[in-house]
Antibody
Framework: QITLKESGPTLVKPTQTLTLTCTFS??????????VGWIRQPPGKALEWLAL???????RYSPSLKSSLTITKDTSKNQVVLTMTNMDPVDTATYYC???????????WGQGTLVTVSS | NFMLTQPHSVSESPGKTVTISCTRS????????VQWYQQRPGSSPTSVIY?????PSGVPDRFSGSIDSSSNSASLTISGLNTEDEADYFC?????????FGGGTKLTVL
């Protein structure tokens, strides 16, 4: 059974850095063809892809957010971490992590975590 | 980069068939796979179609996907509609290094 779960702060202040952790089970990020990605969804709005990392440590970022994002993996802990710098109220959203079947199919999703950016 | 455009909303009666379109703004729709996700209120997205026309295990064959190169669009068709199908549907595709989601379509079954 494949599961993913996001964790991190529910409230951050403007200009702060957000760090989110995706902890997963039921698969390994050392398996060829597997990746983990992050997607967010502002309240009532569409999904927006942020970043993903593959089994071979290849990383991809949304062109519009690339300068503020960093994605890393810890294969031994079954975790993927996303950091986003200089948070703004417009970044208020539910943040999801999802398993990626190469190249870009999000086949299993976490429950999501709501992050509010407010002073 | 490119965009994927979906109708904001569609509605249809139970038992009927509905088709949701997803039009790619630039580049060929056939050049990269299209996925479709269903998101019920308060829930995470789940996949209903991948690689254009493949159904994940557990998704009923009432769901089908296709592409139309002439309109540069992908389509999700749901037949035999029931109230459980009422949800938001998002298409997704990619290019050489980026992933794009459509704006989503709210399906109402009434």
């Amino acid at each position: 059974q494949i599961t993913l779960k996001e964790s991190g702060p529910t409230l951050v202040k403007p200009t702060q850095t957000l760090t989110l952790t995706c902890t997963f089970s039921g698969f390994s990020l050392s398996t060829s063809g597997v990746g983990v990605g992050w997607i967010r969804q502002p309240p009532g709005k569409a999904l927006e892809w942020l970043a993903l990392i593959y089994w071979n440590d290849d990383k991809r970022y949304s062109p519009s957010l690339k300068s503020s994002l960093t994605i890393t993996k810890d294969t031994s802990k079954n975790q993927v971490v996303l950091t986003m710098t200089n948070m703004d109220p417009v970044d208020t959203a539910t943040y999801y992590c999802a398993r990626v079947d190469y190249p870009y199919y999000f086949d299993y999703w976490g429950q999501g975590t709501l992050v509010t950016v407010s002073s | 980069n490119f965009m994927l455009t979906q109708p904001h909303s569609v509605s249809e009666s139970p038992g009927k068939t509905v088709t949701i379109s997803c039009t790619r703004s630039s580049g060929s729709i056939a050049s990269n796979y299209v996925q479709w996700y269903q998101q019920r209120p308060g829930s995470s997205p789940t996949s209903v179609i991948y690689e254009g026309s493949q159904r994940p295990s557990g998704v009923p064959d009432r769901f089908s996907g296709s592409i139309d190169s002439s309109s540069n669009s992908a389509s999700l068709t749901i037949s035999g509609l029931n109230t459980e199908d009422e949800a938001d549907y998002f298409c997704q595709s990619y290019d050489s290094s980026s992933v794009v989601f459509g704006g989503g379509t709210k399906l109402t079954v009434l």
